[in-house]
């Protein structure tokens, strides 16, 4: 059974950092590409980052190129997105996906339904 735990969330001011963590238990992690959504209040859940199994391959949304970073570890069965020159309209719920029961190959994925595995999620609040 595969789970999914963020970390990192929290309260800064337009123009920080944060550094979001999802550790993700089983042994599926080195084979499956991970992804991070987010969701705003009253907003559907929105693609952000992702990333392949080998980590030598990203793809971000837009709105966040130039400022955010995804990466992984393998050995230590984790993804770290770090989070900088944060905005306003960065504030939500950030959710780590896994696509644990589907063959990743080595590609990316953008789409919710690309994912079986969630994390419970993790606030993201940036204040003026």
């Known amino acids: 059974q595969v789970q999914l735990v963020e970390s990192g969330g929290g309260l800064v001011q337009a123009g920080g950092s944060l550094r979001l963590s999802c550790a993700a238990s089983?042994?599926?992690?080195?084979?499956?590409?991970m992804g991070w959504f987010r969701q705003a209040p009253g907003k559907e859940r929105e693609f952000v980052a992702t990333i392949n199994r080998n980590g030598d391959s990203t793809y971000y949304a837009d709105f966040v190129k130039g400022r955010f970073t995804l990466s992984r570890d393998n050995a230590e069965n984790t993804v770290i997105l770090q989070m900088n020159s944060l905005k306003l309209e960065d504030t939500a719920v950030y959710y780590c996906?896994?696509?644990?029961?589907?063959?990743?190959?080595?590609?990316?994925?953008?789409?919710?339904?690309?994912?079986?595995?969630w994390g419970q999620g993790t606030q993201v609040t940036v204040s003026s």
């Open positions: 996906a896994q696509r644990a029961g589907y063959y990743s190959g080595n590609f990316l994925y953008t789409r919710p339904n690309d994912y079986d595995v």
């Open positions: 089983g042994r599926t992690f080195s084979s499956a590409a």
